[in-house]
Each structure stands twice: as structure tokens, then as C-alpha cells.
């Protein structure tokens, strides 16, 4: 029987100092952005985005035959994709996308999902670079919009592009394609089809999990979901999409948490679950068990450096995690050395939205 003192003691915290990491940060908010339409120059420029029953106008209205075939060579035998969203910052080497595959390729049963995958570039430079990294590319640009733009324009652009995710979502769905969205700070440890829930059109990771997924007070992270293309989850993006009207300035995921108790959804008939943070947790809520985790996400975070920071000790701590002996595998409650950077400075920070745009954006 090994000793505690020969486990490496970077990577096994105990869950006494888990549970103080919960507490200390588990009282957050959610880490998206909370914008609100009064003071803040949203609502000066006209909308560049059609209504959510308008053609998506891909790469100005060409494209749509190359979105068809970039998701069937990727889709498995049921039509599921995995889909993530790349922008110019993120796609720089050596940053977020390097460790974003890294963790399909060093992950149990992860590395066949990269198949899978298709990288929805939203800039030329962020095409260019997946183009050199990976198979299944496609360039979901957004005409006349620069962010190189002032300030208060790149926080127009980033909640336009969000939305803009949102409308793109559902024509996938309306092509007929079930999804995994996942954000690219999220590592990818094990396969999570196992965990994902049967029967349910709507399935979403949470910053906080309230310990039952059918909860609606959970508070969902809108970096991950797996949603079944059928006409209760079309209908259910239709009206996410349009309910942006009504609470204008708000981001998607704002959004979702006031319209997840609208009686709509339940005349609609959309079964929404939500997912426990042990197998799909992040920074705001570690999943505790190196042993049962499936995703986590570099939420509750601010600046790109502090999200690099940590993103790499995720990594690391897997890595050690897969060396380490079966037998001390199970004897122990292993954890993760993160959050470090993140986290803390996020708790001062995330109410400016401004800062969660840079903070997207990478800047
Ligand atoms: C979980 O939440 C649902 C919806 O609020 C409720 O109907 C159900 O009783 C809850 N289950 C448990 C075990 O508390
Ligand atoms: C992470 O935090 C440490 C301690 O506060 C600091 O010295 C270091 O510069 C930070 N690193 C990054 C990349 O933010």
C-alpha cells in the first residue's frame, strides 16, 4: 500500500480542500456576461441578423452546399456532429485550440470523437489556422462586421456572434444534424456519450448544479449542450432566437435562464435536463472525481493569460492522473490543482461586460 506522501502531491488536493474550493467559489454568479440594455450602446446599431425564419446567410449565402458537405463527412451514423466555435484570439498557436485538441487526443476514448468534429471558424484568420490543424473546417463569417474595431463595437460584434451561434444552432438542427456545442476552453477527458442523458431534446452543462437535472433553478453554462434534432428543439431555437427581442442587450445564455421557465417550453414539450457537474464540471464547479470526469470548462474566468494559465495545469493534472498507479487510482479522492488564476480575479471582474468581451476576445 502506497503512502500518502508518495502521490504526487501537486495533483491530489484532498476533499477537505475541495469542498473549501466549492465554498469559496461557489458562491459566484454566473460567469457570462450580465449586460443590461440601459447605458450600454447595444441597441444604437440596427441589427445586421435576419429574423430567426430567414436563410442563414453563410459566408454571404453561398456556402450552404459546403456546410452540407462538411457535416456529412463529419457526422456519425446518426447524424450527430460535435461543433465548436473558433475566433482570431483563440486560434492563435499555442493557445486555446492547441489545448483544445490536445485533450481529444490525450482523452479516454476522445481522440475517435475528433471524426467528429467540426471547428466553425468566425474570422479568416481562425479558418486558416483550423485548416492547418484539422479536418473539418467551416468559415461561418459575418458580412460587414470588422472587430478591430473601438471597444463598445467589439461588445456589439461578441453579443452579435453569440447570437449569431444561436440562429446557426438551429439551422443545423433543422438540417436534420443532433449537435454537441462545446466552447474551446473546454477539455475533453472522456467520451461523453455514456453520461448524456437518453431521452432528452435539450441536455446543457451548468456553472452550478443544484444536484438534480431536471431542475430549472440550475444555472446552465451555454459553452455546452447536446441537443436532438426534432421539431420540439427547432421550435424551442426559434424561440430562444426571437426572445432576444424582448430582453434586448442580453446575452444568449442570460436569455436562456429567463425563458427556461416560460410555459412555452413545456407546451412545447421540449424534455430540458441538465448535466451534473461531476462529469461535465469547470472552474466555477470542479467535478471533483478525476475518475468520473467527462469535460471541464475554464469558466468563471478573466483574461485569456489567466485561462491559458490554467487551462495548462487541467491538462497537466490529467496527464499525471493517467500515469499515476489503478490501485492508487481508486484508493483516493483525486482532484485538480485548478482554479489558480481564474476564478478570483473573475469574481472582482465579471460584472463589466466590457471586460467580458476582452476577455473573449483575448484582450
Ligand atoms: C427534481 O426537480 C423536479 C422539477 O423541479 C421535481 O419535480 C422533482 O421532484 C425533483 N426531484 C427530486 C429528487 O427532488
Ligand atoms: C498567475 O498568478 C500568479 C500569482 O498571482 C502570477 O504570478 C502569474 O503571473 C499569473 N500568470 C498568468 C499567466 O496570469
Redesign the pocket.
Known amino acids: 500500500m502506497l503512502s500518502e506522501s508518495t502521490v504526487p502531491r501537486a495533483v491530489l488536493v484532498f476533499a477537505s480542500i475541495s469542498v473549501f474550493i466549492l465554498l469559496l467559489y461557489g458562491a459566484s454568479d454566473s460567469p457570462r456576461v450580465h449586460s443590461s440594455s440601459s447605458g450600454y450602446p447595444f441597441n444604437i446599431f440596427p441589427s445586421r441578423l435576419g429574423g430567426s425564419d430567414s436563410k442563414i446567410p453563410i459566408n454571404g449565402g453561398g456556402d450552404y452546399n459546403k456546410l452540407e458537405k462538411v457535416l456529412k463527412e463529419a457526422a456519425m451514423e446518426d447524424k450527430t456532429v460535435i461543433i465548436a466555435t473558433l475566433n482570431e484570439a483563440w486560434a492563435a498557436p499555442n493557445t486555446v485550440i492547441d489545448l483544445f485538441l490536445e485533450s481529444f487526443r490525450i482523452g479516454q476514448g476522445t481522440r475517435r470523437l475528433l471524426d467528429h468534429l467540426v471547428i466553425v471558424a468566425l474570422d479568416e484568420k481562425a479558418y486558416r489556422r483550423c485548416m492547418e490543424l484539422h479536418t473539418h473546417c467551416f468559415a461561418l463569417v459575418t458580412q460587414g462586421l470588422d472587430f478591430h474595431d473601438e471597444a463598445y463595437f467589439m461588445t456589439h460584434f461578441y453579443l452579435e456572434m453569440m447570437w449569431r451561434r444561436i440562429d446557426f444552432l438551429r439551422s443545423l438542427l433543422e438540417m436534420g444534424y443532433n449537435f454537441v456545442f462545446t466552447d474551446a476552453d473546454i477539455m475533453w477527458f472522456r467520451d461523453p456519450f455514456p453520461r448524456f442523458f437518453l431521452d432528452a431534446d435539450f441536455q446543457i452543462a451548468c456553472d452550478h448544479f443544484s444536484g438534480n437535472s431536471s431542475d430549472m433553478r440550475n444555472r446552465p453554462n451555454g459553452g455546452f449542450n447536446y441537443v436532438k434534432s426534432n421539431k420540439r428543439s427547432i421550435e424551442f431555437y426559434k424561440f430562444w432566437y426571437s426572445s432576444r427581442e424582448i430582453y434586448p442587450g442580453y446575452h444568449d445564455q442570460d436569455v436562456l435562464n429567463f425563458i427556461k421557465f416560460d410555459p412555452f417550453i413545456e407546451d412545447l414539450g421540449l424534455k430540458m435536463r441538465f448535466l451534473d457537474t461531476a462529469f461535465f464540471g469547470g472552474l466555477c464547479e470542479p467535478s471533483k472525481d478525476l475518475n468520473l470526469v467527462c469535460t471541464m470548462h475554464a469558466n468563471c474566468c478573466y483574461g485569456l493569460?489567466?485561462k491559458l494559465?490554467d487551462l495548462r495545469i487541467m491538462l497537466q493534472d490529467w496527464k499525471t492522473f493517467l500515469s499515476l498507479p489503478p490501485t492508487l487510482i481508486r484508493s483516493l479522492s483525486v482532484s485538480w490543482r485548478v482554479p489558480?488564476?481564474c476564478s478570483l480575479n473573475y469574481v472582482h471582474q465579471h460584472d463589466s461586460p466590457e471586460k467580458s468581451v476582452q476577455q473573449t476576445l483575448g484582450h
Open positions: 493569460d489567466s494559465h489558480q488564476n
